[in-house]
C-alpha cells in the first residue's frame, strides 16, 4: 500500500487542514465516534465520515454531520455522492482512515477483499494509513476467525487496536470494549504527528491545579473541601487536546488521569506548592484547586484523644503559600497567561475584579455559590469571566457571563480564550490552520 504523509487536496480553499476519514461500523459503541468528532474538530481536524448500514442502526447520519459539519456519506451506489465525490476520492482527500468502531463484520469483510459497499470500497481503494478500533462482544473478538482475519489485516500494514477489557453492551465481561475516546483521539492525533507541529498550543507547557487540599491535624484526620476536582481535570485533558505538554498537580480525588497529562498526585497545599513550583517555568497556569488558606501548625503525630470538658483541641495555623499569586507575581518565570477560580456566595462581580487585581492573575473564573450541593461533584458550572484590563484606556476588568454549561464545555471555552490571547502575543503556529482551529472551538 502506497503512504502518503499529507492531502493532497481538501475543501476548505486556502487553508489545509488534516483530515480523517471516520469509517463508522455497526456496534453500541457507535455513538462514541461523535465525541471523537466533536474533539478533532475542535483541534481544526476535519472529519468527512462514512456511516455504513449497520452503524446506521445505532446512529443517524444526521446527527453524524451535524457534529462533523460535512457531508456523510452512506451508500456506494448513491448518485449524489458519487457526483460529488467518488468513493476513490474519499480515501485520496484524508490524511488518516480511521474505523471506529470496527465491528467483527467489517473486519472480516475488509480481510477478504470485498468492495459492495461505500466502506470496504474505499478500505480497498485506500492509499492511507488506516486504523481499525475494533469493539465486539468478547467472544466474537476472542474467536479464531477474527484474530485470524486481524493477524491477517496487520500483516498488510493495517494498524488494529486492542480493544479494552472490562464489561460489554450485552453484559459480558472480558475483552471487546471501544478504548476510552481521549486515548483514540491522542492516538490519531499521534498517527497524524500533528503534535509536535500543527496543533495551536504545541510546544507550550500548561501547569493545571486541581481538587480539594487536605491538612493533615493528626494521623487520622485533616480538614479539607468539597472540591471534585472535575473541572482542573477537564481543563488539563482541553489543553493536552490542543497539543500542550501539561502537567496536573492533583489533590486527592477520585477521578482518573486525563491522558497524554503528567499527573503529580499531593495531598496538602504545601505539598501542591512545591510541585507547582518545581513544575515551571510554564507557559500557561490555570490554577483551579481549592488550596486551603492555613495548614495546622501544630500537627500530631499521634492520635489526638478526646480531651476530658468541653473545649476542642487548640489548633493553631499557618498561612500557606498562595499558588497563582505566587506564579502570577514570579520574577522571572511568570507565564505568559496565568488564570484562577473563585466560588463566591456574594458581590461575586466585585470579589472576583479584586481578587484578579490582588493574585495578579489575566483571568479569573467566577461562580456563584447560592447551593454548594449544586457546584462541588457537579458535572455543569456556570461562570462569570473576568479578564484583566488590556489597555491604559480601560482601566478596570472585562466581565463576561458564560453560559451555564459542562465543565468540559468551560474548559475548551478557557482553552479558546487563551489560544486567542496567546496568539495576540506571538503567532503560534504558522503551519496550523488557526483560524479554522478557533472557530471550530
Ligand atoms: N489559590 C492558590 N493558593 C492558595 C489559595 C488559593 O493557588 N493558597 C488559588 C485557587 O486555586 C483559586 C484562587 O486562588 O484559583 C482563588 O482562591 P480563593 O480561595 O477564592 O482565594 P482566597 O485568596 O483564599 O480568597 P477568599 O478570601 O475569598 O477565600
Sequence with gaps: MTKESTSTNNRLGDVHAPSVLIIISGGVSAYKALDLMRMLKKAGIRTPAILTKGGAEFITPLSVSALSGEAVYTDLFSLKDEQEMGHIRLSRDADLIAVIPASANMIARTTHGMADDLASA???AADKDVQFYPAMNPQMWANAATQDNIRTLRKRGIEVIEPDSGEVACGEVGKGRLPDIEAIYHSIINKLSL?????????????????????RIDPIRFIGNRSSGKQGYAIAGALARQGAKVTLISGPTALDAPHNVKTLHVESAEEMYKAADSALPCDIAICCAAVADWRVDNQSNTKIKKQEGPEGPALTFTENQDILKYISTHPNKRPAFVAGFAAETDNVSENAQQKLLRKGCDAL???????ADTVFGADENKILYVSAAKNEAQTAPHCEPWDKQSKHGV???LVRKIIQQLEKAAPLNHTSPITTKLEAI
Excluded: C, F, W
Design 195 to 215: 503534535s509536535q507541529r500543527t496543533l495551536p498550543l504545541s510546544g507550550k507547557h500548561a501547569i493545571v491545579t486541581a481538587g480539594p487540599t487536605y491538612e
Design 411 to 413: 474548559a475548551d471555552m
Design 365 to 371: 473564573l467566577a461562580n456563584h455559590i447560592t447551593d
Design 122 to 124: 474505499v478500505l480497498l
